[in-house]
Every structure is written in C-alpha cells, then in structure tokens.
C-alpha cells in the first residue's frame, strides 16, 4: 500500500525540474524506492510559452474593452417627472388604494441601488410575500465579453408618450386573441378588428404592410424573416435530437379563456407582492404551440437558455452541410471539429453568453430604468377611467377600441394576464427572455449557415395536436432564428409582462454581449481561421 505521506514529503524536496516526474506504477514499489520515468509533453509552445501567451490574450481582451468609449446611460425621465412613482416598477413594495407605491419605501430600494449596501437591501419594505429579483445581480460583471456596464440602451417610451400608448394598446390585443390558432389569423374577424386598431395608434412600431397592420404582421417581429412562413419559428417545432433520444416539442399548455388579475382587488394585491387567488389551469392534453396562450405559457415555464440550447441540438442534427463555410473543419480530410469549432464548444458558448446576456439586462433594469410593467400602467388606465386619477395617459390608449372590449369581457380596464402571479418582480426593460434570445441566436449565427434552407418545415394544427407540412417561400436557418428571437421576447409580450420595446432594445443587448465573447476568443484558437460572419439584427453584416 502507498504511504501518501511519505509520497508527498518526497516530491516536496524535489527540485522544481525534477516535479515533471511520475510514477509507472503507484502499486510497485522496487527495493524500498518508486521506478521513475521522465514525462515529455510536445507541442510547437512549452508550459511556460503557453502560460504568457494566454497571459497576453487576457491582457489584451481586457485592455480592449478598457479602451472602448464609456457610453452614457441616459433614462425617460419618468422617475424624476412624476412624484408618485407611476411612470417607474415598484412591485412588491407597498401600495396605496390607487396602486401608488409608498414613497419612503420606494426612497430606501432607491438608496439600496444607489449605494449597492447588501444590508441595506434587506431594510426595503415589502407588500406580501413576494420578492425581489435578485437587484444584485445588477452589479454583476465578467471577465469575458463587454462589461455589463459598458453597454447601453436608447430610452424607453415615456409614460404619457404614444409610443407607449401603442405598445400597451397591443398587449390589451394580444390579451383578448390568445386563444385564436395563428393558422386561423388571415380569417378571423377579431384579428382583423385587431389590426384595424392597431393601424390607428400614431407611433406604433411592430411590422405594417403599406403603412397599415394587417393580418400578415400582427404580434410579429421587425426582424428578417419574421413575416415569412408560420407565425412559429421551425425552431419551437421540429423534433429536437437529444443525445439518445429525440424530444418532440408538444407541451403543457394553459386552459383556454383563462385570464388573471381581471378584479381590482386581485390587480392591488399583486402589485403588493401579494400570494395570487388563483392557480393556473393547465390543458391535461400536450400540445404543439399553436396560438399566443401557448407561447405565453412557453415561456413561461421554460428554463433560462432551453430554446437557445433546442435550436442548437436541432441545427447540430442537420449535419456538416448547415455549418457555416468559415468553419475550419468543414473541407478537412483528417478532423472533426469537438472542443473548438464542434458541438461542444458552441453548446458552452450558448450558455455562457445567456447568464452574461442577463448581467447586462439586470445592470440595466435595476440601475438605469426602472421601468414599470404593463399590468401596472393597465391599473393607471382603470383609474383614470373609472376617474379616481388624471395622471397624464395619451388618449389613443384609452380609446383604444380593445381596452373598451376588455371591459365588456371583465368589467374593469385592467390588463388581463395569463398568468396568476403576473410579470416577474424585476423591472421591465430590457426583456430577460429577449437578451438570453439575442445572445443565443447570435452565437448560432456565427456558427451555422445563415442561408441553410430547413429541410422538411413543419407548421402546428389549428387545434395543436399534430404539426402539418408547410409547403410556402423556404425558410432559412437566418430567418427561422431571428423568428426565434421574435417568439421569445413578443410572447412575453402576450403573456402581459412585457412591451414591444423590451423585446426589441432586450435582442440587441444580448447580440452585443454575444459579439464581444466572441471577440475575446478570436485569438485562443490554433485551428486556420479568417473570422466569424454573421448578419446582425439590423440586417448589416459583420465579420469578427
């Protein structure tokens, strides 16, 4: 038996040259002492030459993003226009009959971010039951890609704006169709009324056709490939190849005609971090994600990076042929491509650039904008028509033809959630869900061929039991994963927790995020490579 002891006192008197030694065998030992044999280690660099290499790499990434511009972080001005704190998120914390926040609580959780003070975090004063968050995380950096603080965002719509009078207009639509098959838009008449309403809002942003919302681009994205084929990416139907089985995208679905927070009393006690009346009632039957009370559930309950990592395996499952041309190992006659340029390397960065994708969001959210979600600004809009407030809301919402339907299906004007508990107790802008989807999307991009036609596109029943042949204009791995993208940051949109706006600024920070790992690692690969080439959001293409 080995005397470990006396092993390790051994290999302490050793010279330092003498430690690159082994053992042949640790059970063997021969006339009292152990039989040596040298290690050799090849390469083109030695131990000490790869050391300051990545030393140099570091240094290098590091002092690059040092030396990028610091950007400003400018805010709406909400937060300092209004008093009662209307314009900002304050769930959780305690409310007036109004569902105006305390202001001394709301000055301690503003003192708390201000100072970054862990103890003072656990002096703000709560409504219920409900938490914050995690606010800390907005202090959280990396050590790869962009500083969570060294990326910024334009302002979000104000609270009086038409801007956002058209984003919450379009979540009081998207309330009231959730349970309409996205196969049965270009027919149904609500959607049409929809889109009607829609065309009216002055500053409404999503897609138009001629200058109008149409059947065609309603709930849609902005993004390349967004009004092309089914209104679902490919990437939320086809069957994902997972390791020795295959997953096929049915789902727990919720109940139809199912809304939450309808009452008064139900909406304050929300807003108060409050513990929800209701529980959710789900479909006992799986089903395809074929309408928006699918989506919204999807992403509802799906776990941080689940799409980004689906997509991946089912783009992984296609073969050589959807790998991007760039990549070192597609003409090879010797290798495959694993830990760099293969499955394993891009599955980790997927991953990675999600947790780093939502430092950023939370840095944003928490220490810059504050937003409030909609299900708030959906009470201002109760009390204002009801008359118990004036606060300063653009018309075109309050004439918006859905929330006068809202209040013929429920009986108040508030915004009818999907869920029981509402939107997450962080702050809205920029969408979580829309960051991780920026982030992951990206890093497919440069890994895969944008222009890769899908084979066999699949599109969900009406009734989401079965998926169907889709037969129209092909769909390409680009435009399917910037529908991806869309999917993620708008159904949350569907759910109520969210605003277009969210969705949209919450891509381009995790495409951001995305593009700076990949930075940093351009220089660490041995492999003969010229860069990655993607297309962005925006539709310019880059190469890194």
Request: aromatic share 12%.
């Amino acid at each position: 038996m080995i005397d470990f002891t006396r092993r390790k006192k051994e290999l302490n008197n050793l010279k330092d040259e003498k430690k690159l030694i082994i053992y042949e065998n640790d059970n063997e030992e021969i006339n009292g002492n152990y039989k040596p044999i040298k290690s050799y280690e090849i390469g083109p660099l030695t131990p000490r030459q790869t050391n300051q290499k990545a030393y140099k790499i570091r240094v290098d990434a590091a002092s690059f993003q040092k030396n990028l511009p610091l950007p400003d972080h400018p805010c709406n001005g909400d937060e300092d226009l209004y008093p009662n704190k209307i314009g900002n998120f304050s769930k959780v914390m305690p409310h007036n009959e109004l569902g105006e926040v305390n202001k001394g609580g709301y000055s301690i959780w503003i003192r708390a971010l201000t100072t970054g003070n862990p103890e003072m975090f656990e002096d703000i004063p709560l409504g219920g039951v409900r938490k914050f968050a995690n606010p800390q995380g907005a202090y959280a950096f990396d050590l790869e890609g962009p500083n969570s603080h060294h990326l910024t965002m334009p302002v979000a719509p104000t609270f009086s704006s038409a801007w956002e009078a058209s984003e919450m207009g379009e979540d009081y639509w998207r309330a009231l169709t959730r349970d309409i098959p996205f196969a049965d838009y270009d027919t149904n008449t609500l959607i049409s009324e929809a889109a009607s309403d829609m065309s009216q809002f002055s500053d409404y942003r999503g897609p138009k056709e001629d200058g109008e919302v149409t059947p065609g681009t309603i709930f849609r994205g902005n993004l390349e490939g967004d009004l092309i084929g089914p209104y679902i990416s490919q990437f939320l139907c086809l069957d994902v190849p997972y390791g020795s089985k295959t997953l096929v995208q049915h789902y727990r679905t919720a109940l139809p005609g199912k809304d939450y927070m309808t009452s008064y009393d139900e909406w304050l006690n929300i807003q108060n971090g409050g513990v929800p009346s209701e529980l959710p009632e789900y479909d006992p039957q799986p089903r395809y994600i074929r309408d928006g009370r699918d989506l919204s559930e999807w992403v509802h309950g799906d776990f941080t990076y689940q799409s980004m990592l689906n997509a991946c395996l089912i783009l992984l499952g296609f073969g050589k042929k959807a790998m991007c041309s760039e990549n070192p190992y597609i003409c090879s006659k010797t290798q495959n491509g694993f830990v760099t340029f293969g499955s394993a390397y891009v599955l980790d960065l997927i991953g990675k650039s999600a947790r780093i994708a939502l430092e950023s969001a939370w840095f944003q959210k928490f220490l810059v904008h504050r937003r409030l979600r909609p299900e708030a600004f959906g009470g201002c809009v109760q009390n204002n028509l009801t008359g118990a407030t004036s606060y300063p809301i653009n018309s075109e919402i309050l004439n918006c033809m859905a929330v006068s339907k809202v209040f013929e299906r429920y009986g108040t004007y508030l915004l009818p959630m999907a869920y029981p508990e509402g939107s997450p107790t962080h702050p809205s802008y920029p969408a979580g869900h829309a960051a991780i989807a920026g982030a992951g999307v990206t890093m497919m991009k440069a890994f895969f061929n944008e222009d890769y036609i899908i084979p066999h596109p699949l599109v969900a029943s009406a009734d989401g039991l079965s998926v169907l042949p889709y037969t129209g204009t092909p769909l390409t791995v680009l435009g399917e994963l910037n529908k991806l993208a869309s999917n993620l940051s708008l159904g949350r949109d569907t759910a109520g927790v969210h605003w277009r706006s969210d969705g949209i600024e919450g891509l381009k920070i995790g495409e951001a995020v995305a593009i700076g790992i990949i930075h940093d690692f351009m220089k660490t690969y041995n492999e003969n490579f010229k860069g990655f080439c993607l297309t962005k959001f925006d539709g310019t293409t880059i190469i890194i």
